[in-house]
C-alpha cells in the first residue's frame, strides 16, 4: 500500500486509537502512537519519529502534559511550519475552541470520532496547509515589498489615507485587502469576518485559512468591542470582527497606543460596509423592478392579443348571423317594409355589439 504520510498521534485510549490507527491505516497513513508525553520529553519523541510528519493528532484530556502544552512544545521544538495539528476531545466549547485555536490548532474533532468525518478531513487539512504554507511565503514576500515601500509614512497619515481609500472599495475582497494594508502599516497581522451578509465572510491577510480561528472570531462578538486575550485582540463592529493576531503585549505603552490606532483606523469601515449594503440593495430593487416592468408588457400585449383575437371571431359569428336571418326572413311572408324594418334593428344591434357605438347606415 502506498505511504501517504506519517502521523504523530497522542491517546492514551487504546480502543480508541486502534480505531483510528486502523481506518486511517486503510488510507495508506503509518503512526507515531503515544499514551502520554514521554518522561524524557523531545528528546524521546525526536529520537521515534524519524521520518518526516504529515500531521499532529491530540488528545486534549491527555494523562500528564495536556494536548494544549503538548502542542505548544512540537511547535516550538520539532514541527514544520507546514505540519497541521488536529485536536480531539469528548467536548468542544468556545473557551476550548479558543484555546485550541491560541495553542496552535488547524482543526478538531469531537469524541466520538467518526470514521467517515476522520477520512475526509485527514488528507484535506494535510493539503490545505501545504498549499497555505506555499501561498504564504509568497504572500509573505509581496507584503514585505509593500511594508517596505509604505515604512517612512507615518501612522497617522497612514490612517488618513485608509479613509480615503475604503470608499474605492467596490467589493468586499478589495475592502480587506485595504485593512490588511492599513494594519500593517503598524506591523501587525490581521484576520477579517464580515457579518453583514448570510454567512460570514472570512479573510486572512496570508491567505491561510482556520476553522478555529472563524469561530474564534465569531464566538468574541460577543466579548464586547474590543476583547484581548493574550497577544490576540478582537476589535468588533456591527457587521465586522478585525483580529489582530501579534499585538505587543510586551511593551503596555505601545499596545495601548496601538489598541487606539486600530479603532480609529476601523472606525469607518462599518459606514463602508454599509454603503455597499445600500448599493446592494438598490441594484438589486432595480433588478426587481425591470423584472416586474418586463413581465407587465408581456401581459399586456399577450391580453391585447387576446382580446384582438376575441373581437375578430365574434365579429365573424355575429355577420354569419346576420347573413342566416337574411336568408330566412322570406319564409315568414312579411310585408316588404317590416322585413325592412326588422333586418334594420338586427344590423343596427350586430353594429353595437362588435364596435360598442351606436352606428346609423
Known amino acids: 500500500m502506498q505511504n501517504n504520510g506519517w502521523i504523530l498521534y497522542f491517546e492514551d485510549d487504546i480502543a480508541t486509537a486502534e480505531l483510528i490507527k486502523t481506518s486511517l491505516g486503510k488510507q495508506g497513513y503509518q503512526f507515531y502512537h503515544f499514551t502520554a508525553f514521554p518522561e524524557a520529553g523531545m528528546h524521546t519523541i525526536k529520537e521515534t519519529c524519524t521520518e518526516h510528519i504529515a500531521l499532529v493528532i491530540l488528545d486534549i484530556n491527555m494523562p500528564g502534559k495536556s494536548g494544549y502544552e503538548i502542542c505548544g512544545l512540537l511547535k516550538q521544538d520539532f514541527l514544520a ?21 491560541a495553542a496552535g490548532a488547524d482543526d478538531y474533532l469531537v469524541k466520538p470520532i467518526h470514521l467517515n468525518e476522520l ?4 488528507p484535506k487539512l494535510i493539503a490545505q496547509k501545504q498549499e497555505h504554507f506555499d501561498a504564504a511565503e509568497q504572500a509573505s514576500t509581496a507584503m514585505k515589498m509593500a511594508f517596505d515601500a509604505m515604512k517612512n509614512s507615518s501612522e497617522l497619515g497612514a490612517i488618513l489615507r485608509f479613509h480615503e481609500a475604503i470608499h474605492q472599495a467596490e467589493d468586499y475582497a478589495a475592502l480587506a485587502q485595504l485593512v490588511f494594508e492599513g494594519i500593517h502599516d503598524f506591523e501587525l497581522e490581521s484576520t477579517l469576518v464580515l457579518v453583514s451578509e448570510q454567512e460570514p465572510l472570512y479573510y486572512r491577510d496570508d491567505m491561510q485559512r482556520s476553522q478555529l480561528e472563524l469561530e474564534s472570531i465569531l464566538g468574541a462578538r460577543s466579548r464586547g468591542r474590543l476583547y484581548s486575550w493574550k497577544a490576540y485582540s478582537f476589535f468588533s463592529y456591527d457587521l465586522f470582527t478585525v483580529l489582530i493576531r501579534n499585538m505587543p503585549i510586551d511593551n503596555e505603552e505601545r499596545y495601548g497606543i496601538l489598541k487606539d490606532q486600530i479603532c480609529l483606523l476601523l472606525n469607518g469601515v462599518d459606514a463602508r460596509i454599509k454603503s455597499m449594503l445600500v448599493a446592494k440593495s438598490e441594484k438589486e430593487k432595480q433588478q426587481r423592478i425591470a423584472t416586474i416592468s418586463k413581465v407587465l408588457a408581456n401581459l399586456v400585449v399577450e391580453m391585447e392579443q387576446q382580446n384582438t383575437e376575441f373581437s375578430t371571431q365574434l365579429e365573424r359569428v355575429i355577420n354569419d348571423m346576420e347573413t342566416n336571418i337574411a336568408a330566412e326572413i322570406t319564409q315568414f311572408n312579411l310585408l316588404e317594409t317590416e322585413e325592412s324594418g326588422l333586418l334594420s334593428i338586427v344590423n343596427e344591434s350586430m353594429v353595437l355589439a362588435t364596435t360598442g357605438r351606436d352606428h346609423t347606415f
Not at 81 to 101: C, E, K, R, W
Not at 119 to 122: D, H, N, P, R
Open 119 to 122: 477520512q475526509v478531513k485527514v
Open 81 to 101: 511550519d507546514n505540519v497541521p495539528v488536529m485536536f480531539t476531545s469528548g467536548l468542544m466549547a468556545d473557551d476550548d475552541i479558543m484555546q485550541a485555536y
